[in-house]
């Protein structure tokens, strides 16, 4: 029986009595249900576990992912915690052997890597509790189920955008870079894989070709400007296009192209509509970034948090499936449609309000807003 369950029933002798609180948000401060940070025995209120990665690979774990869903765990009386590892694995499993052991209903992770993300979900099963692997697949991890978005169209996107921005230059023949995110990610596999895939046929014919290719650890914007440094002075220069994964990495490849005077010239692709990103494609130094809804993102993960927690039906939440490459098994999925933005629709982020008009545009890009239709 699962620990909701239990607390439901304790509930029910109790009177039906519910606490009111709310659960912390990246402070590893505690529920209101206690003083000192553990589960209340006399609460029926169910709580969620909820692990995110770090600040380093996106700013988007802490501005958007986290307060997204605390909103929702919110607004559905459901106790949360949520917390960030700091890109430190040691302490992602100190915090998940923490909300094991205070009894979470539910968890939810964003992991560092398939292994040690594995080891984290593999404690929580054999402790009857419900698990989710938010936005990145934890190969052979078991999670009862998925949420993210179509990572492969992703990166098809990227390829189409990239391809798009060399035509609108001009240019029918390219040389091109890809600067990957961390071999250890899933997601990353999945950027490149649509990717690869979208500009086969140009590879295929001979008009573009492959000069630089190489993986970014862990995200790190800054060994990926060193990374693309070394790209940009082993072709001589001789680069015509940046498929970069995210915003992060494509900033890093655009402080080097800014270095040699050629910002603007090359097109920058990226991922996950930053500010800093937006800001970039609004400039002109990056022909695109992706943004995926992440508000649609993190209720649909909460929402499946909230009914297994609860002990609810959750067959009509995740409809899904995708295969784990580890396991050879499927698991139980939502996939969320990615949007490509170009300058013309940066205001298509900011409408949908993911960020602000004057988080973006800054008095230098008053006239690059103002020509994007932002108002």
Do not use: H
Request: hydrophobic share 40%.
């Amino acid at each position: 029986m699962r620990r909701s369950m239990i607390l439901a029933s304790a509930a029910v002798m109790a009177g039906g009595l519910l606490l009111a609180g709310c659960g912390s948000n990246n402070d590893n401060s505690s529920s209101n249900d206690t003083a000192s940070g553990g589960a209340s025995a006399a609460s029926a209120k169910p709580k969620v576990g909820v692990i995110l990665p770090d600040t380093k690979s996106s700013a988007r774990w802490e501005t958007a992912d986290a307060k997204y869903l605390k909103a929702a765990f919110d607004a559905a009386g459901v106790d949360s915690d949520i917390q960030n590892a700091q890109g430190d694995k040691t302490q992602f499993q100190t915090i998940a052997d923490g909300m094991i052991t205070e009894g979470v209903d539910a968890l939810m992770i964003v992991n560092l890597d398939s292994g040690s993300g594995s080891a984290v979900l593999q404690k929580a099963k054999a402790q009857g509790i419900p698990t989710i692997d938010y936005d990145r697949l934890t190969l052979g991890g078991g999670a009862d189920f998925y949420v993210s978005f179509d990572n492969t169209k992703v990166g098809q996107l990227q390829g189409e955008g990239l391809q798009k921005c060399l035509t609108d230059s001009g240019k029918t023949k390219a040389n091109i870079a890809f600067l990957n995110g961390s071999p250890t990610d899933n997601n990353a596999t999945l950027f490149k894989a649509g990717a690869v895939a979208a500009l086969k046929p140009k590879v295929d014919g001979g008009d573009y070709t492959v000069v630089a290719d190489q993986a970014v650890p862990d995200w790190d914007n800054q060994q990926a400007g060193t990374i693309f440094e070394q790209m940009y002075t082993q072709t001589g220069g001789k680069i015509d296009g940046v498929l970069a994964a995210n915003d992060g990495l494509g900033n890093a490849a655009i402080a080097i192209l800014k270095k040699n005077g050629v910002n603007g010239t090359i097109p920058v692709t990226g991922q996950d509509a930053t500010d800093q990103g937006l800001q970039n494609v609004l400039a002109g130094d990056q022909c695109m970034t992706v943004y995926k809804a992440v508000k649609k993102e993190a209720d649909a993960a909460a929402a499946l948090a909230i009914a297994s927690a609860k002990g609810d039906d959750t067959a009509s939440l995740a409809t899904g499936t995708v295969d784990d490459t580890q396991t050879k098994k499927k698991v139980a999925a939502v996939l969320l449609d990615p949007e490509a933005i170009y300058a013309n629709n940066v205001k298509d982020v900011i409408a949908d309000g993911y960020t602000t008009k004057d988080k973006v545009c800054t008095p230098e890009l008053a006239d690059a807003c103002a020509k994007a239709g932002i108002s």
